[in-house]
Nanobody, 117 residues
């Protein structure tokens, strides 16, 4: 059974930090590119960040809105992808989802990040 389980969300004041984790199982994690996508209340999905698979060189990309504040990383041995969120702003408030892209696409259930002003 494929699972992506996010954790690490919570309530934080503006300027604070959080570290999101996404633990994967049931598929060959190292062969998949992993993304973080978020959805703010009442809004559509917004792509946040991508890290390529090992075979893809592990390159990372970020949305302009988070560049310089968020950092994506992965630990293939632990089948886990991370998103470090620094200098958080109220507009970062959203449900954050990790997504595995490969021969099939897999989504987690999300973890809520709430940033108070």
């Amino acid at each position: 059974e494929v699972q992506l389980v996010e954790s690490g969300g919570g309530l934080v004041q503006a300027g604070g930090s959080l570290r999101l984790s996404c633990a994967a199982s049931g598929f060959t994690f190292s062969e998949y590119s992993m993304d973080w996508v978020r959805q703010a209340p009442g809004k559509g999905l917004e792509w946040v960040s991508l890290i390529y698979s090992e075979g893809g060189g592990g390159r990372t990309y970020y949305a302009d809105s988070v560049t310089g504040r968020f950092t994506i990383s992965r630990d293939n041995a632990k089948h886990t992808v991370y998103l470090q969120l620094n200098s958080l702003k109220p507009e970062d408030t959203a449900m954050y989802y990790c997504v595995g892209y490969g021969p099939f696409n897999y989504w987690g259930q999300g973890t809520q990040v709430t940033v108070s002003s």
